[in-house]
């Protein structure tokens, strides 16, 4: 598996909390994803990153916002969570635009009670 | 939008048999064509990819197809095994950096 990590693996919190995930790479890699996946939706882009400081929005960018100040970290924050965010979320990276590969994470699932 | 969908969402074979999935997507643009495996409470993993300027590509027991002109790409896989059972993903380019996912498929492959 390349270099990725995910904090927490797993977490459950009450709605109205703030949620923080870590995505931690050793890849050097360019680009980083944020993800989650639900039954019958397959993975869904919540917002990704080509850059030190460089985001934009996925499909599903509602209720989510993220940041990244090192190469290596990407941060995706649930400012108010809900119970519609309860959800497996996986972080992936990929080399730079040319080649589209794109390796994950191992995943964290997020419960909101 | 973009849009990729993914058929069947379930598939059920006897070991040794073959199995089919197929995509289709929306985006005339799209070069790029992975798919992934994803076994039960693990992450996705890529096992094959095609890109638009190859028609076929094989991997041992798996391969993939690309039709452009109609927009569709399959994952075939032989003589299948037990240890094939998964969820098995498709995806296409999107623009320039980005990935869109069918909804996957639950291979299911009986001794």
């Known amino acids: 598996d390349a270099g990725i990590t995910q904090s927490p693996r797993h977490k459950v919190t009450e709605t109205g909390t703030p949620v923080t995930l870590r995505c931690h790479q050793t890849?050097?890699?360019?680009?980083m994803y944020w993800y989650r996946q639900d039954p019958g939706h397959g993975l869904r882009l919540i917002h990704y990153s080509y850059g030190v400081k460089d985001t934009d929005k996925g499909e599903v960018s509602d209720g989510y916002s993220v940041s990244r100040s090192k190469t290596e970290d990407f941060l995706l924050t649930l400012e108010s969570a809900t119970s519609s965010q309860t959800s497996v979320y996986f972080c992936?990276?990929?080399?730079?635009?040319?080649?589209?590969?794109?390796?994950f994470g191992p995943g964290t699932r997020l419960t909101v009670t | 939008g973009e849009n990729v969908e993914q058929h069947p969402s379930t598939l059920s074979v006897q070991e040794g048999d073959s199995a089919v999935i197929k995509c289709t997507y929306s985006?005339?643009?799209?070069?790029?064509f992975p798919w992934y495996k994803q076994e039960l409470g693990k992450r996705p993993q890529l096992i094959i990819d095609i890109r638009s300027n190859v028609g076929e590509k094989k991997d041992q027991r798996i391969a993939v197809t690309l039709n452009k002109t109609a927009k569709h790409f399959s994952l075939h896989i032989t003589e299948t095994q037990p240890e094939d059972s998964a969820v098995y993903f498709c995806?296409?380019?999107?623009?320039?950096?980005?990935?869109?996912f069918g909804t996957g498929t639950r291979l299911q492959v009986f001794p």
């Open positions: 992936a990276i990929s080399r730079d635009r040319i080649s589209y590969e794109q390796y």
């Open positions: 985006d005339s643009a799209s070069n790029y």
């Open positions: 995806a296409a380019s999107a623009g320039t950096d980005k990935l869109i």
């Open positions: 890849e050097n890699h360019r680009y």
